[in-house]
Structure formats: C-alpha cells, structure tokens
C-alpha cells in the first residue's frame, strides 16, 4: 500500500498543472473564483483551448482525439482542471453523447457529430426528464412517431440544462407505447434545436440564475438517420451511459480548491472553535472522499472492471461536501455586507442545493447502491 | 398554563389572514418584490388591522400590546412570505416610546403615518451588540450602519452609537442621512445607512434598550419563522401526496415518510420555543432568565429552520428549485431567519455564557 | 397563552413535591440516582408506599383508587415523581392491565385483580413480542386452544420485562387460526405464572444486566374465566391500549433530574465549547420538549380528545434526549476512572441504546405519524 | 499510489484469519472473556505467526514491519473482537526498541516470552500525554498509571513519567508495581498500576517518542475499528435480510435501506482515513503532518464508530441489544474504540491547533 502517487504520476501532474497555469486565461479563472456567470462564450473558449491542446476528451479512443491516458492519469487531470479553476466541461457533448455515439453511433453518425463535438462546433443538450418522469425515467411519455424517413416528436422535456445554448439536443423518446415492457418502447433521438417546432423557455433557479429550461416538442420533424442504435432501444444506450467511468462524480479538485479558498475567506473565524470544527470535520470528509476515490481508482485499475455503484457513493459524499461548503462560506460572510462577492456567495448557497437533486437525486443512489451493491 | 390566544389575538390575527389571503398571495407578492418592494396598500391596510398600533400604549392612541399579542400575525407573516418592514417599525416604535415617551412621532406611527426602521447593524460586527462604530459626539451621529431592513423607506432610524457615557439609541431623521438600498436574500428591503455628523436626539435607557429590543425582534423573528416552517412542511406533505413516480405518490415512499415525519418534529419542537421566547419576552423575571430563554429559542428555531428549508426543497426534487414555486423562496426566507439577529453560534455563545 | 402554571397547579405541585421529600425512602432514592439495580422488593416497596397514600393509580376512576387529577395534575406527579428520583412504577399492572379491566374486565375480573395490582399483592408483566413477531405484531403465533373451562397456551414470548418477578402475564394469544384477517383470531389472555408448564428463561442484555427474558408456554392450562373481553376480540383490547393516555411518555421529570445531574457530573467540561454545545443543544431540546408536552395536554385538557400521534413524537423525542443524555455523561466521565460510579456510568449508555427500540421502535412511531396524522 | 496488500501483508492478514476463524469464532472468544479474559494458546499463536515480531528490527529476530505491515492483522482482530492485548505489547515494545536499542527483553517479546503494556493514562488527564503526575526521581517512579490494558498479565511497563528534563519513557518491571486488575467496557483486562518509588530504567527518546507511540496507536486503532465497523455494517444487513415483518424482509423498506447504505459509505470514508493514518504514521515526512493525518484519521473513525454502532443495534432490534449476539460486543468495542487515544473533541482540538 502507498498512498503517496509515483514518481510517473506525479510528473504528469505537474505536465498539467504547468500547462493550466500558462494556458488557462486569468479573465475566466477569476470569474470562476468570483462565482461569475459563464457566458457560452467563455465556456466554448476553455473548451477550445482544451481541443487545440488535444485533451478536450481524454477518455475517447485515440482515433478520435482521445489521450490514452490510464484512470489516474484521467482522475488526475479532472483534478487538476478543477483546482486550477478552470470553466467546466459542458458534460452533455463530450461525456455523454460523444460515448454514446461511440459505442453505438453509425459510422456515418460519429463522423458527422464526433469532431464538431470535439471542437465545441456544436453545443449539446441532454433531454431526459420530463414534468411527470424525473426519478422513474422510464415513464417518460415525449413521443416519437415514425413517418417515411422521418421521425415526428411531440411533448416535453424539463431542467434541460443549457438548452439556450443548445445547437443539439439528445433525447429519450417513446417510439412505441404498446410495448409490455415500459423500457422498450424507448428511442435515444438526436435532434437540431432549429428544428421548427421547438421552443425553449427558460425555468429560473431560486438564485435568480437562468440555467435549466424546459424544451417543447410541437411536430418536430426528425430525420430518421439521427436515431442511435436501434429503435425501441434507446434504455439499453441510457443505461450504458449511467455505467459510463465518469471520474470526476466527486469533484474532488473543485472542492480542494474551493475550502483553500474557504480557509482563506474565513481566516477571521479560524480562532472561533465552532466554524473551526465544522471545517475539520468537512476536511476530514474531503481528504477520506478523495482517498476512498483513489481506492476505487485503483480497483479499476487493477480489475479492469467499471466503477458500478461506487460512482453513487461519490456522488452522495461530493455533493454534500460541496453544499457544506457553500454553507460554511455563507456562514463566513459578514452578514451586514452588501458586496458583489458576499451576495453571490450566498446566492450560491441557493444555486447548490441543486446538486443532491440532480444527475440522479442523492436518493436515487441510495436506492442503486442498496440494490446494486447490498443486494437489498 | 395555557396555549390558547385570547380573544384578541384570535380577531387580530384572523384579520391578518384574512388581508394575506386576499390581498398578499404568492402572485401578489412576486408583484410587489418586482416592483418598488414593498406596497403601500399593505401598509395601509397593516395601520387599519391596528398592528401599526398593537406595539405601543394606549397615551399615543395604541394597544400595549406584547411579544405574545403578535404571534398569531408573525406567523401569518411568515407564511405568506410577507416583505414589507414591520418589525423594525415595531422595534424602532418601541424603543422610542421607551427612550423618549413623549415624541409625537409615535402618534404617527399608531396611525400608520410615520414609517421607522431600527438600525443596529454594522459591518464588522457580526451579530455582536456591543460592536458600535458608529460616534455619538455632542448629538451628532457619525457612522455607517449596513443592512438595515427597511432603511430605504424609513422617515426615521433609531440608531445605536457609541457615546461618551457607552452604547445607548438616538433617533435620527432620515434626511440627515445618506441611504444605499439593496436587497436582502430573502427578497426584502434594506440599506446602508450613512451617518455624517447627523443631527440625533438621544433616547434614555442605553445598551440595555438594546439588548431587550433585539430580544423582542428574535421572539418575534422565531414566530415567523414557525409560519414560514409550517408553510414549508405542510407544502411538502402535499407534493408527497400529489407528485408520482414509479406509479405511486412518493409520500408512499418509508424513507421520504420518516423524513417529513422528522421536519413536523422539527416544527413543533421550534414552536414550543416560540411560545417560550414570546412569553418571557413580555414577563421574563430578569434580563437573564428572557435572553437564555431567547436564545434558547433561537437555537432551536435555528437548526429547525435549516433542517426544514433543506428538506422540504430535497423532497420537492427539481420543483424544490424553481423560483416559480413558493417553496423556493421560502427556502431562503428561512435561511436569512435562521441568521437574523444571531446565528446558531452567537446564540450558543450567549446560552452558555448566562 | 400562558407557560406558566396556575396558581392551583402550582399549589399541586408543592404538595406532591413536599410529600416526596417527605416520604421517598434515601436509600430507594439513592439507588436511582447512582443507577444501581433496583430489586422486586425496593420495587413493591416503593409501589406500597404510594398505594397507601392512594397516589398509585391516578388515572383509575376513584371507585377502584384514581385521584380523580385532571391531566395536568397527573403529568405533574408524573414529572415529580421522575424529577425527584423515585423508582419507576412498573407499568404492566397499573398502565397496562388494569386499565384493560377496567374498560373490558368482567365484574368478577375487576373484583379479583384490580385491588392486587393497586395494592402491589400481585406482580405483573406483559407477554406481546415473539420471537417472530416484533413490530408485526399480528403475526404472533402463541396458541391457546379451547378445551372444556380451559385454554391450552402453547408458544413463546420474548423480551419480557421481568418476567422473573412476575405473579401473573398477561398476553396475546392466537385462539384462532383460521380467519381471514390474522388480527381476528386474537385474545388477551391472563395467566398465573406459577402454572405447570411455563418456563422463564433469562436474557442478558449487553450491560449485563437481567431485565427481560424469554417465556415459554408448554401445554399451559389457563381457565376460561382468564378471557379478557371477547374471544377473537384481543386485537381491540390491544389496539385501546395502545391508544391510552400516558402522561409520561416523553420522561421530562426524569430527563430533567438526569440533567441537573450532568452538569454537576460534567462541571469540569462546562468551560469546553465542545462539550458545552452539546449539553446546551440538549437543554434546549428537552426544553422544547417539555413545551410541547404541555401544548399537548392543554390541548386534551380542552378538546378532551385522546393525544392519538402525538404520543408517538414524545416517545421519539424522549427517547433521543435520554440517549443523548447517557452518551454525554459517558463522555464527562473521566476514560482512566474504573470506580462504581463511572462505570455505571458508561453501562447506562449501553443499556439506554433500548429505549429508541422497545415500546414501539421509533420507525414503527414514524410510520405511525406518516400514517395517521399525516395522511401518507 | 496503489492500495495493494504486498505479499507478505497478505499472507499474514491469512494467516491472522485463519487462526482466528478456527481457534478464536465468538464461542471461544466468550469462554475467554468468562475466565481469564486472555488465552496463552492465543498468544503462542501470535508468536508462531509472527505477529510479536513484527514491529521490531532484525536486530531483535523481528521484521521490522510498520503500520501498514499491521492493517490487514488489525482489521481481522476488530472483526474477531479479540481481546489480547496485542497492541499494548506492540507499542511497549516499539518504545522500547526506539528508546534502549541494546535491552534484551526485545528478543523476548519476538519469541512471544515476554508480555509487556504501555502505561500512559492517568486520572484527570483524559487524554492529554503531558498532563503526567506521575514522577521520576533518581530512576525511581512514583504515581499511579490508570486503566493500562493488558496490565493484569504484563511482566514490564514502559510507562510515562514527569523527570527533572520533561515527559520521558521509562522501562519498570512488574514485581516493582501493585496492579489493580479490572475489565473495560470492551471486556478487555486492564489496570490501575500503583508505582511507588518503583526502580526504573529511563528510555531515550523523551515527549516525543511518547507522542509518537500514541500516534502509532492511534493508527493500529483506526484500522481495528475499519475491522469491526465491517462485521457490524455486513451483520446488519444480513439482519435485513433475514428477518422478516409484515411478510417481507425488513431489509425491503426503503427507510432501512437508506440507513445501512449510509452505514456502508460511513465505514468506506473510515477505512480510507485508515490508510491515511497507517501510511502516514510510518513515512510522514514530520511530526506535525504525522499527527495532523492521525487526528483526522480518529476524527472520522470514531464518528463512523459512533454512526454505525449506533445504527446496527437499532436495526437488529432488540436482539441487537442481547448479549447474545456478536453485535452487542461489536457496539461495546466500537463505544471505547471510539474514544480511546482520545475522543472526537480531543482530536479536533489537536488538529485545529496543527
């Protein structure tokens, strides 16, 4: 056992962090230190940046632009992007439809998606929930009805996240409503928002901040050729992406860089034993989460075997270090201060309460690891 | 030992509700927050009700009325969310009458006519009453005080400062001053307020004023804050009952049972403290036995207040989020109570220390 | 409103408070307060003595011994007797069985049994839980056939609290096994422990200490006349009980005591923010708690309704205070000190981990409250 | 970075294992604890298995293993609830080794021949090292060690005693002590060890090795607790499901799966603080990152302890509270795991002020 990384790994850490700390623009660093609204300018910039450097998407083959890089080496990097306070990732293309076209795409599909998502040419959104389908996904009900060589969609979908960025969304769609099975009736569709029909209205978060929208689906005309896989089979797609190896479930970086940030935001509460305590303990938490996702690492990197319900259990213990956080540091402000850094850190205290709901809700992985990995 | 209202508060506080539910719904309300943030009609109507006049005694038209006289309206206050200022008016209207019996002023408050706010509040100074910046010197105010809810509105500010013979209240008049309006998380209105050799009239009864009528304000704040948790569970109930998954409402779900199960616990444990933090606000034998028994309350209120507004929004789900939904913004609401006039730590602090 | 009790109620207060000083017996006293074991005889001793003053059944109606106190009055007592370290009246007599006579007894059955649980002649315990039936208490399977003037019980009881002090038991039988609804076939039986063919068995619980035990029923002749109420009719007898006032769930007056005994205990830790916040937290709660009980009973006292759900709450929040209250005396306790009383001390934490188990489980009050008072 | 036991480690975590599924299962473990509360053929075991010399050089006969060499034995005594003290002579022994290079018990302990404990808690310190009455004077102690597990078997004490120049170790043979056995709440033996002008030999190494040893400890606990966190989280949910209510294994509802699931996630956080402690406590590159990982390392562990404890006796029921199941004893030895070396607030203290 040695918990201290190798000398190779270390090494390529340090590749990383050289490289953000020339490469990452000081203007988009501290909007992201300042809790500042990203505009999709700014997110494509970082992703461009990223692309041109050729680690935009570690984790696809090489074929396709991917680094060949092991687990760690993907984990370290994440790592690294988010101590250094880098913009995020937008998810929706390079994680989620990217894999997917990968493993299921046609060819002709991945090579007309795959570079315009490696270079951020197109900007992705994900349809998957909707007003009546949220935890039990699979009642979905936006339908997709097959006519000649085109597919005609009608519904809804809710808490599209960036959706008004969007120049593509992936959908779940229900192909067939006679099925026996609910899963099997369900289609993954890929659709281009200027699709006449469509229409995006913002849903407004408790911070006030326009982040998610609901999509309306009137009529739209969707070519058949940009269905995945096969029709009646977009559960088996949904499925292999929940599976996916995402390494960055427990934001590991983000967090680190966040309570450096927290100790030095509240150095005049250091002395006061009960915010000190509430910090230990939170750093406690955080150092055991990052070795706990370093074991898993390991495991995998040993076995070769995904992750399972191990990614549920970092997104539990991340997303409540994260919102201990953000409440640790609203505890900190001074509670008579009116500043534009005092304000947005307790908006953010609003904005991530939704981190135990979404991408799965904190009971939702409960649920997976009791079925999952206790067998109950 | 009894729970029940009298038969005033019961007429005064269905009267109360019954001006909410016609007047100041959630549509209503999003309307006035738009707007200037806050509504004269409101304010109007607040003076017709009497509770302009319930704080102060029967020489300047008014009731007499106590801590425990409001709690059937700070419930329905919190409840319906409602921003408009009338606490610090009751706390600066009070503290005059104590300070300074005679000021006409306070006529004009019964009536509805004389708007005040109560500012204590500084930077720097977290929720600790005896950090005042602000310079009294020969009845001119020099200082800033922050945050101070309702300052954009207000006509007249009683103040706390500093002055040769300790802390004590000064009543200033707004023009004298310089007002930064902004507005507070949970949506209401508040400013920084600076002092510049104002001219001030001094109220008797210096920091021991002070300290009682924050002791007011947080009996009052914990009432609200049970109208605002009972909102908050009994809207949550609902969307258990209501919301389905998997076929089934949720609410049949044993784990989200024993959750809300254990925020109605939350509830009536905060509530009881309410009674207690109102009761001994009016009576308390001494100053000691009400603040232990205040910030007892706001302990508990406290921690009630966070474990429910966390809660209820988890088990919303992505509803929980949205700002079209009440719950959203009591959720903050709640999240400013559980800090207004000392958070947790503060008043474990003063708890352990009487 | 008004926290404060009346003039009266405090007059009653006083005089119950002065008859304890006066009439406690120091040593019975002592022994509560330094938690030693309390025998069958300081007990029935204890038991005796209030009996004589004919403050041993207050709820009774006066007729068989009641004081006729109003609720208050009796929560008073209650709270008194626990606040000034008196030895617990065990309930199975006076709570539980007697209050079953008294609605449901025949005339015979209340001449017979009432003035000997009054008077401490007779010592009872209570035969509900099985080993296979715990919170589903309907699925008990002791058996009781009917033959001639007698029933035969056949089966096993669990988890019954002094069962080895005990005169009589009274219990749920199964005399039917062929309903439909398994609730039907149920009756409430008494039964002289001396009878042939009953064997107690002793279960040590983790502090080591004899408390419950394991009754066993071989072919128990139990004479007919020993039906309570109807036969089949047990689940109702049990289903009153369950809804019986008892002023004295929440354990106040004794919470209170083991208080004001902690922060003598505890005063080395009292300058330790740590420790302090807990036991303020915990002041605060039982605080809270004693409020909320009152609320309550101001409420019975003027709808003169049952308390229903609410009793279920105390039970949780009493429950948790008493735990709470263990844990931070084993934690004032000095960890190098081997003296009697530290470790009675750290046992009594041990032992009180029960308290959130027996009597309805907390789960089974949550599901109680989710059900019944909130409607899910 | 990997997390691999080396070939060595697991062959002795086996051999550790084996040993205690046939010879030391809960039947015997009981037998132990009802006579003399230790077993010699246990011990002979531990020599022949290596485990006495494990923590010394070669010198001695040892194999110079560390806190890590020892994670895999620890985790499988947590779990088997063993009794002997083992570490007691671990940390003796390593004081011993660091402080008198040349003394010639430390063959003896390899061979398994001799059995000694450390004495470092007194009354009134709780859980302070430098809070020691007890003296050195002329290499004579005099004072009283309380609560010293093992002490009722011990043939030598390194015990902590105040001399002239500070805190240091001192090496004392039993014959000159009185020892007043006793059993912890974990049914272990330990003592109360009565010095009176007791001829002792003083080991280098001073305050330091001492708060080093307890570090050393502090690691060897953390990892015996990941051991019988493990048995309590699987025996829970083999309860769930096994025990059936209401026609259903209780393991169906959603209410307890949620609480075994964060059992579960408590015991993983643990063990990786576990690792953490181990690995730090045998190649921190100094005292302070050494003690700042060992007290996060307690922290967490004793609040998994307390979690989790806590949690599978209520889920068992009550057969959770018979002493006839393992978890009873599981929950005693995880009440005093979680506060031995220091409790939660002793251990956030230390490593606020690091």
């Not at chain 1, 623009?25 to 940046?49: N, Q, T």
């Not at chain 2, 009458?97 to 708007?115: D, I, N, Q």
């Not at chain 2, 977290?126 to 005042?132: F, K």
Request: one cysteine or more; a neutral charge; charged letters at 25%.
């Amino acid at each position: 056992m040695d918990l201290n990384y190798s000398a190779e790994e270390l090494e390529f850490r340090d590749e990383v962090r050289a490289w953000l700390g020339a490469n990452l623009p000081a203007e988009l660093r501290e909007e992201v230190e300042s809790y500042a609204h990203l505009s999709k300018d700014d997110l494509l910039r970082w992703h461009r940046i990223l692309a041109k450097k050729g680690w935009v998407a570690p984790a696809w083959p090489r074929e396709w632009g991917g680094t060949g890089w092991n687990v760690v080496q993907r984990y370290l990097f994440e790592e690294e992007l988010g101590y250094a306070g880098s913009p995020p990732l937008i998810p929706f293309g390079l994680s989620m439809c990217g894999p997917v076209l990968l493993r299921f795409g046609s060819d002709a599909q991945k090579k007309r998606f795959l570079p315009r998502i490696y270079n951020g040419e197109d900007f992705w959104c994900q349809g998957y929930s909707e007003p009546g389908s949220g935890s039990d996904l699979a009642s979905l009900k936006t339908s997709a009805v097959r006519k000649g060589d085109h597919y005609v969609v009608n519904g809804q979908k809710i808490w599209t996240t960036l959706a008004h960025y969007a120049d593509w969304i992936f959908c779940l769609v229900r192909s067939d409503s006679g099925t026996s099975k609910r899963q099997e009736g369900i289609s993954f569709l890929l659709i281009d928002m200027r699709t006449p029909g469509i229409t995006v209205r913002p849903l407004i978060l408790m911070d006030g901040a326009h982040e998610v929208n609901e999509v309306f689906f009137d009529d739209v005309k969707v070519p058949a050729e940009n269905l995945v896989f096969e029709e009646g089979k977009g559960w088996t797609v949904a499925k292999y992406l929940l599976g996916y190896e995402r390494m960055n479930t427990g934001r590991i970086g983000e967090s680190k860089r966040q309570l450096a940030y927290l100790k030095r935001y509240g150095e005049h509460l250091m002395g006061d034993t009960r915010w000190r305590d509430r910090l230990s303990r939170l750093e406690v938490e955080l150092t055991a989460l990052e070795i706990t996702n370093l074991r898993f690492l390991d495991r995998m990197r040993r076995t070769g075997q995904p992750p399972g319900a191990d990614v549920s259990m970092l997104k539990i213990k991340g997303t409540e270090i994260q919102q201990e956080l953000t409440e640790l540091m609203m505890d900190a402000t001074d509670p008579a201060a009116s500043d534009p850094l005092s304000v947005a850190v307790r908006k953010r205290y609003l904005s991530m309460r939704k981190t135990t709901i979404y991408a799965g809700s904190n009971e939702i992985q409960r649920n997976i690891i009791a079925k999952s990995t206790l067998g109950l | 030992m009894n729970f029940d209202y009298n038969e005033e508060q019961q007429l005064l506080a269905d009267s109360v509700r019954r001006y909410l539910a016609k007047s100041y719904d959630f549509e209503a309300r999003r309307k006035i927050v738009a707007a200037e943030g806050w509504s004269t009609d409101a304010w109007k109507q607040f003076a017709e009700i009497g509770l302009t006049g319930l704080p102060l005694g029967t020489d300047h038209g008014g009731f007499g009325g106590g801590a425990v006289d409001l709690i059937g309206v700070m419930e329905a206050f919190g409840e319906a969310l409602v921003v408009e200022p009338y606490v610090p008016l009751v706390l600066a209207a009070r503290a005059l009458e104590r300070g300074a019996k005679s000021s006409p002023l306070l006529s004009s408050v019964v009536e509805g006519r004389a708007r005040l706010a109560f500012a204590h509040t500084e930077k720097g100074a977290r929720y600790a009453l005896d950090a005042v910046q602000t310079r009294a010197k020969e009845s001119r105010l020099s200082g800033e005080k922050s945050a101070v809810i309702g300052a954009p509105i207000a006509e007249h500010f009683v103040v706390s400062a500093r002055g040769e013979d300790g802390i004590g209240l000064y009543l200033v008049d707004r023009a004298a001053t310089e007002v930064k309006p902004q507005r507070t998380l949970d949506e209401r209105l508040a400013g920084d307020v600076v002092l510049r050799e104002a001219p001030a009239h001094k109220l008797s009864g210096g920091a021991a004023l002070l300290e009682e009528t924050v002791d007011f304000a947080t009996a009052l704040l914990c009432a609200e804050a049970v109208g605002a948790l009972q909102f908050a569970c009994d809207t949550t109930l609902e969307y258990l009952k209501t919301r389905k998954q998997f076929g089934v409402p949720i609410g049949t779900f044993q784990a989200l049972q024993h959750r809300i199960v254990d925020m109605y616990i939350s509830l009536e444990q905060a509530r009881s403290m309410a009674c207690l933090a109102a009761s001994r606000a009016d009576s308390a034998g001494d100053a000691r036995e009400r603040a232990r028994a205040i910030s007892a309350a706001k302990i508990r209120v406290a921690d009630a207040a966070r474990h429910v507004s966390q809660e209820a929004v988890q088990l919303h789900g992505g509803m929980g989020m949205s700002e079209e939904l009440k719950i959203s913004h009591t959720f903050r609401r709640l999240t400013v109570l559980a800090r207004e006039y000392g958070d947790v730590d503060h008043h474990l602090a003063r708890y352990a220390a009487l």
